[in-house]
């Protein structure tokens, strides 16, 4: 049986200490009274709920999944499931940070990401439930009619209805503008869909009376392609003018998909039969509108690896501690037993080092992320505001495609250190892989995130947010640039902030002769800009911790922050070098190469 200790100590470490976000939140108005003991008091009750109420039923719904009534069209989630939604909604989890003006607690963005890093720790098949209910609350926020909201609003910041996403179609993933389900206008202001959705995460289930579909459509001028798509909510149960729940819409769960990972969140196959909907936002700009929700959701993706790295590093970590196998190659160091524990041998502490780096400096950066969301949303000045909504669109595709890629590594080291044992259900390793698989893919594969990092985000801006990232390091490398101490942390990152501007300049160049240089460099791309990132914070925490041990701290928690940012820049942050080398490697290997995939 696997355990979860939600890690309060680094949150806090990272919150407080690094970005300091309660002197933050002083300038922000909405946010001026949020202080270091609220929310570290929310963190402890948060962290509770995650590893008392959903962590113990996440073998459970592994095992179990959902079934579908073929008659009924009614889904019905794994034993427990249901009354851990009821204790969530009873808690008041759901409103969290949520706009007080519909029901909502108004805390920052910063502190419920935590808090859903220890959701996904705890269960990600069960987290997808309500954290897609607050991408639905959130474009409907954005972008709904003052109806909408009113309708909509409270009742999924209470948690009562739930949301979903309803992009995806048999023949459309990726490239939506294929998608072919139809909105038909109706003389009352309404419109009637008509089509096939798949994979629609969470699409149907026996939590709540009414579930709030987001789903995009063809209206019938539509012009073809991606600028055709408009964006309506369709409730499951219409919505009766005074709020009550009406008649029952034609939108049905038509089966439900077997999958690899998250059995226990049901992922629905969606036939809209004539079903009522009603429009959000303007006509055609349906993706736009979708966007806010797909942004909030991609920095949710990296979120559930960063929980699945967390909680197989501190599985994998008391095994390592535990389980005895050979001897040490520098000599027995358990002489009182027949065998060494197995952390002893150089290759077992790679893996975990490994792991705990990922989940550390994901951490760090996620953080960051919600930090600057909060300041785009709540800070006075528009120029705070702007800087900050830029580099969060420059940070998303590194949140998502970054941590699901580290979360993919470190669940399979640390099922490794487990032996054949990780390969076994009980232990739960194994899960944990499957169920990080998925982040790799939806919400945008992580090659489409590359394209989207190194085409609109940096090209397609002539890297001028990418400097603004620039101006971050080449802070901190002159503020600690003569501390001989720091000198391990910050030459690397201020040796690839430099070697970045020439790699970028270099793959623009490129690509302005020939497109498919883009397509050819940027995953490379955004691994390596992933570890500009991550060195970055790896750098700040260092200098955090040295600053604490010269001042006397004798807490372990500040050498073992050391330690592991030493091994990341040891071990892990070199690859920028080979992947370098890849990216540069050009589109040729790759595109003339017509004999040997024939
Ligand atoms: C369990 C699960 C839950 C999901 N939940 C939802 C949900 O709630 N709502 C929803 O709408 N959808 C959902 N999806 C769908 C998911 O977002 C899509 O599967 C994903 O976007 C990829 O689309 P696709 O599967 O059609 O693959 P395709 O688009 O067919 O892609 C196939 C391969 O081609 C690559 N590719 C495609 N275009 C390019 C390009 N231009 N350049 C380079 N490579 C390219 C892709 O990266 C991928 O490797 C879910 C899927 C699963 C499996």
């Not at 959701?119 to 991408?135: F, K």
């Not at 993933?173 to 109706?186: I, N, S, V």
Request: aromatic share 8%; charged share 20%; with cysteine.
């Amino acid at each position: 049986m696997p355990s979860y200790t939600p890690p309060i100590r680094d949150m806090q470490f990272v919150m407080h200490e690094v970005l300091k976000v309660a002197d933050e939140y002083k300038a922000m108005p909405p946010h001026a009274e949020v202080d270091v003991d609220t929310i570290n008091a929310i963190l402890e009750e948060g962290g509770k709920f995650a590893s008392e109420v959903t962590f113990p039923l996440n073998q459970v719904g592994d095992r179990e999944g959902c079934t579908l009534d073929a008659k009924t069209h009614e889904v019905k989630t794994p034993t427990g499931f249901k009354e851990a939604y009821a204790k969530y909604v009873e808690g008041g989890w759901p409103a969290l940070s949520a706009d007080p003006e519909f029901g909502g607690q108004g805390l920052p963005i910063v502190v419920n990401q935590a808090f859903y890093e220890m959701l996904n720790s705890a269960n990600q098949a069960w987290t997808m439930y309500p954290g897609l209910t607050h991408g639905a609350y959130e474009a409907l926020h954005a972008h709904g009619t003052p109806e909408q909201k009113k309708t909509y609003l409270p009742r999924l910041t209470s948690g009562e209805w739930t949301g979903t996403m309803c992009l995806t179609e048999p023949h459309c993933g990726t490239d939506l503008g294929l998608l072919r389900t139809k909105a038909e206008p109706q003389a009352d202001g309404t419109y009637k869909l008509t089509g096939n959705k798949i994979f629609i995460s969470a699409g149907e289930h026996d939590f709540v009376s009414n579930i709030v579909h987001l789903v995009l459509a063809r209206l019938p001028d539509a012009p073809s392609g991606s600028k055709g798509i408009s964006l309506f909510v369709v409730p499951k149960f219409q919505v009766n003018a005074d709020g009550s729940l009406g008649q029952r819409n034609g939108i049905w769960c038509g089966g439900l998909e077997h999958k690899m990972g998250i059995h226990g969140n049901a992922t629905a196959q969606i036939v809209l039969d004539g079903a009522v909907g009603t429009l959000v936002g303007e006509p055609h700009k349906g993706l736009q509108a979708m966007f806010v929700m797909m942004n909030a959701a991609r920095i949710g993706v990296g979120m559930q690896s960063l929980g699945l790295t967390e909680v197989a590093y501190q599985n994998a970590l008391a095994y390592a501690k535990d389980r005895i196998q050979m001897r040490s190659l520098s000599g027995p160091k358990a002489k009182d037993k027949p065998a060494d524990p197995i952390i002893v041998h150089p290759d077992v502490r790679k893996m975990l080092l490994t792991a705990k780096a990922y989940a550390e400096g994901g951490r760090a950066l996620s953080m960051f992320c919600s930090l600057l969301i909060d300041r785009e949303l709540s800070h006075p000045d528009e120029k705070v505001r702007k800087d900050s909504a830029e580099m969060v669109a420059l940070l998303t595709p590194i949140v998502k495609a970054f941590l699901t890629d580290n979360g993919h590594i470190a669940t399979n080291a640390c099922m490794q250190v487990f032996g054949g044992h990780g390969f076994i259900g009980e232990w739960g390793m194994e899960q944990f892989v499957r169920d990080n698989r998925i982040n790799m893919i939806y919400e945008g594969t992580n090659t489409v995130q590359s394209l989207d990092l190194l085409g609109r985000k940096v090209l397609g801006n002539q890297g001028a947010t990418l400097k603004k990232f620039g101006k971050l390091v080449a802070q901190l490398v002159e503020e600690e640039g003569v501390n001989e101490k720091m000198a391990e942390f910050i030459n690397p990152i201020a040796m690839l902030g430099d070697q970045m501007t020439k790699f970028t300049t270099e793959l623009g160049f490129k690509a302005f002769q020939n497109p498919d240089e883009v397509g050819a460099a940027a995953v490379d791309y955004l691994r390596v800009l992933g570890h500009l990132v991550f060195g970055y914070f790896w750098a700040r925490m260092a200098q955090v911790a040295l600053r604490e041990i010269e001042a006397g701290n004798a807490d372990p928690f500040y050498k073992a922050k050391l330690q592991t940012a030493r091994f990341y820049f040891a071990r892990l942050f070199p690859e920028t070098a080979t992947l370098m080398r890849t990216a540069r490697a050009g589109a040729r290997s790759l595109l003339d190469t017509q004999e040997a995939l024939a």
